[in-house]
């Protein structure tokens, strides 16, 4: 598995401790969309940059296709942080 972080958590306490932030959070889900580095689903191309004004969302440098890291996900188009997506459920 990748990331910096070892397996994903198997108590609530370490999953509250490792996706306590948002920027955590956009960080695990870079790494499942992307485990090689950041690939445009439009054209294939390696290079982006993370854009300023829209949260965890990268810019092609080939092409300009804004792809964000939740696109795709449950989370895609949610008004809420990602830690209450992260949130564990009873």
């Not at 598995?1 to 609530?12: E, H, R, T």
């Not at 580095?37 to 390696?46: A, H, K, M, N, Q």
């Not at 092609?60 to 949130?87: E, N, Y």
Request: aromatic residues 14%; hydrophobic residues 35%; proline residues 7%.
């Amino acid at each position: 598995m990748s990331g910096s972080k070892g397996p994903f958590p198997k108590s609530l306490i370490e999953f509250q401790d490792r996706f306590s932030t948002e920027s955590a959070c956009a960080t695990y889900l870079f790494e499942r969309r992307w485990p090689e580095g950041f690939i445009c689903p439009s054209c294939g191309d390696g290079r982006a940059w993370l854009l300023r004004t829209k949260a965890f969302t990268y810019e092609c440098a080939a092409c300009g296709r804004q792809t964000s890291v939740t696109a795709g996900t449950i989370m895609h188009a949610s008004k809420l942080p990602l830690t209450t997506g992260f949130g564990p459920r009873f």
